[in-house]
């Protein structure tokens, strides 16, 4: 088990790896069906198509790496599902066509569920803004604007990151994590 200097060294490690990137790396997993061909699943990124594919029926993951910009926004959607493509019987759904979002990653920050329901714009075929779902079960939209650094927009928007709060803080602990960020920033400059 680490000790929290040693988490707060790695913390500072990778934030500074990141920190320095040039790029944005994208990962989306999903899991999808369709009862007909036809619907669509696209994601785009600053306005770029980077995924634009029939819906299958799969479990798959689709990663992409752009250069970074200071606004940039992710944007997923499902079109052209029809009425015939859910399947009911006796009230209840048996067959559908979705795109069902298992996880989102930018740059190894996973954007849980609970971040994208307050984070992203989801909005139905209408364009009327929605309550975020987990997926696409009817035509939509979702978006996601964020700045660079994305570590900056990710903690800030996040709730539950780490409390380092002054109360656990000692005159020792401080020393350490002085003395392991001065070799993790030697590291940098090699």
């Known amino acids: 088990m680490k000790t929290s200097s040693e988490l707060a060294l790695q913390n500072i490690d990778e934030f500074l790896l990141d920190f320095l990137s040039e790029e944005i790396i994208v990962t989306v997993n999903y899991e999808s069906s369709r009862v007909t061909e036809g619907s669509k699943f696209i994601i785009e990124f600053n306005n770029e198509k980077v995924l634009d594919k029939f819906i299958d029926i799969e479990t798959n993951s689709f990663t992409f790496v ?3 910009q200071i606004k940039n926004q992710l944007t997923i959607r499902m079109l052209g599902k029809k009425p015939f493509d859910t399947v009911v019987q006796d009230d209840i759904i048996i067959k559908d066509t979705f795109v ?23 909005k139905d075929k209408n364009d009327n803004i929605t309550e975020f779902m987990s997926g696409f079960w009817h035509d939509g ?4 604007e964020f ?7 990710f903690n800030d928007k996040k709730k ?3 409390d380092y709060s002054m109360a656990n803080l ?21």
């Open 66 to 68: 752009r250069p970074k």
């Open 100 to 122: 069902k979002l298992e996880h989102i990653f930018i740059n190894g920050y996973e954007l849980k569920q609970d971040f994208l329901k307050k984070n992203v714009i989801y």
């Open 141 to 144: 939209c979702m978006t996601l």
């Open 147 to 153: 700045d660079w650094p994305f570590e900056f927009y």
């Open 160 to 162: 539950n990151n780490y």
């Open 170 to 190: 000692t005159d020792q602990s401080i020393e350490v994590l002085k003395n392991e960020l001065a070799v993790s920033l030697k590291r940098l400059r090699v």
